[in-house]
């Protein structure tokens, strides 16, 4: 089928490969604009720009397609069979999704309607879910709401599962069903679900605020916190007026005292919670290389005892 592919990080390089290897046309890719990152605001080109340079595909980077009519119109022009989105990081104004003439194809990493929105793995994550998996579906003017047109079986998670991991696994689950979908739609074999709006639930767009531990809350969240959002936000904490990322933890039995408070015994660097003792495996101060913990206390060792977040 002849394809304009929609899409930005990591995680949409390995299906945009597969449509490529699988003998699709690939017609155009759109990806995100370069942004600045780092200290040195060095311009960076997104995953799929730069997959895309390499595979001599034609690429465009508008910073927005609600009001382009310039773009709007060379996509129509394009004259694609089927539009496949995947994490392109904007939402596709309503006058593209009636372009192509077999509509255009969502890979959501949830098993919707569970987890509409942007944050679906985190959130999976954060909740403790026991089973998660990836969704196909045509998009329409809702907020991944459109009909299904495949899905994964469940996916089993541990409970360890870091958001970054757990993602590229959905999107790797979701190739040989995009190849699927793509072959039944253009046979005319596949038939669209609606939805089940009652069972729905929708994310949310991750703010940096969302990253800030309450050590008031419990051990089991806030080590759920640091795997979700290992992405962005991050997760963090105060201490003498600097950020301090936690960037692996796990639970560790023990009493726990004052939420916040530090304590260093036996080789474990241990935070109170509200509920429970979160042993802290690496962190990094504001400014500084991440560690891990005894090399911080090594280096620190006025934390022990002290309460973060205040």
Do not use: C
Not at 6 to 28: C, K, N, R
Not at 172 to 194: A, H, N
């Amino acid at each position: 089928m002849r394809i304009i592919f929609f899409g930005s990080p990591d995680d949409a390089v390995q299906l945009l490969g597969s449509l490529i290897t699988a003998g699709h046309e690939i017609a155009a890719v759109y990806t995100q604009p370069d942004r600045r990152v780092g200290r040195g605001r060095t311009k960076q080109a997104t995953a799929v720009k730069i997959f895309s340079e390499q595979s001599g595909l034609e690429i465009f980077t508008p910073v927005n397609l609600r009001d382009d009519e310039v773009e709007l119109t060379r996509i129509s022009n394009i004259a694609a069979d089927v539009f496949v989105v995947v994490a392109y990081g904007r939402i596709l104004p309503t006058k593209i999704l009636g372009i192509p003439p077999f509509g255009v194809i969502n890979v959501h990493p949830s098993l919707l309607p569970l987890y509409r929105g942007p944050s679906p793995v985190a959130a999976a994550i954060l909740d403790g879910q026991s089973h998660t998996g990836v969704s196909l579906m045509l998009l329409d003017e809702g907020m991944d709401t459109g009909p299904i047109l495949a899905q994964s079986l469940p996916i089993n998670l541990s409970g360890r599962e870091r958001r970054s991991e757990l993602q590229a696994r959905l999107f790797r689950e979701s190739g040989s069903l995009l190849l699927d979908v793509l072959t039944k739609l253009q046979s005319g074999t596949i038939t669209p679900v609606i939805q089940d709006n009652a069972a729905a639930s929708v994310t949310q767009l991750l703010h940096r605020s969302d990253g800030e531990i309450k050590w008031t809350t419990s051990a089991v969240y806030i080590e759920r916190m640091v795997r979700a959002y290992d992405i962005w936000p991050g997760t963090f904490t105060t201490w003498h007026g600097k950020n301090v990322k936690i960037l692996h933890s796990q639970l560790i039995e023990g009493v726990a005292t004052n939420p916040g408070e530090v304590a260093f015994r036996n080789g474990h660097l241990s935070v109170s919670t509200g509920d429970g003792l979160l042993e802290i495996i690496q962190l990094q101060l504001e400014g500084r290389q991440a560690v891990m913990a005894s090399d911080f206390v090594r280096g620190y060792p006025e934390i022990n005892g002290v309460i973060l977040g205040n």
